[in-house]
C-alpha cells in the first residue's frame, strides 16, 4: 500500500495526490503538518529527518522531496508512459522545469504563504509584499514565455513537470490581486482546470 503523509492542502503534497490520481493508484493519505503537527516525532523524523511534507512510503521504502517522489512514482508504476517520455531528451527537457519550479517557484510561493497570505493584512510590509509578487512574476514571465513555444511544461504532452508546477501556481492565481496578464500560462491552466484529478485534489481553499 502507497501512504502518502502530509496535509492535502500543501502545494508538494497536492503535487504527490495528484500523481496518484492521475496514475489511478490506490493510496492511503496521512495528514500531518500544518495544524495537525506531527513532524517533529522520532517516528516521523525517521522517515523524514527534514521534518516536512510530503513523504512517501511504499512498503518498505521511504521517500522524501516532492519531485523525487513524482520521479519516483512514475518510473515504478507508469509503465504507459502516461506522464513521462521515453526519449531521453523529451524527459530532460521536462525535468528541468521540475528542478526549476523545486528550486526557485517554490522558495518565491513560499514567501507569499508565509509573509503575505497567512498574516493579517495590517501586520503585512507593504514594501516586501510587492518585493515578493515582483519575484514571482519576474519567474511566470520565463514560465508563460515557454509554454509560447509549447503545450505543457512537459512538453507536447501532459506530464510530471506540470504535475510540479501548477500547485505552485494556483494559490498565486487564486490570490494575488492585479496580477499581470500571462495568456499561455492562463491557456494551461484552463486546460488543466478540466483534468478530474486537478479539480478533485490542486482546486482547494488556499489557507
Ligand atoms: N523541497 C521539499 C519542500 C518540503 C516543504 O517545505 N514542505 C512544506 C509544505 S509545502 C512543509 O513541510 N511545511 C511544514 C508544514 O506544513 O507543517 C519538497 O518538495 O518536498
Redesign the pocket.
Known sequence: MLIVW??KN????K?VLWCLEELNLSYESKE???P??G?DTPEYRKMNP?????TLQDERFTL??????LRYLTAKYDQSHLLIFNDAQDMAAADKWMDWS?ANL?AVI?EMMNKIVRVPVEQRDPTQVIKIYQNIEQLLQIADEALAQQEYFSGHKFGIADIAIAPLFYPWRELATDRPEFPHLERWYQQLQARPAFQKIVMLPIN
Not at 522524501?64 to 517522489?69: D, G, P
Open positions: 502530509g496535509r500543501s502545494s508538494n503534497v503535487k500531518v503538518g500544518g495537525f503537527g513532524l527534514n521534518a516536512t511534507i510530503p522524501w522531496e516532492s519531485n523525487s517522489i523545486g517554490f513560499k
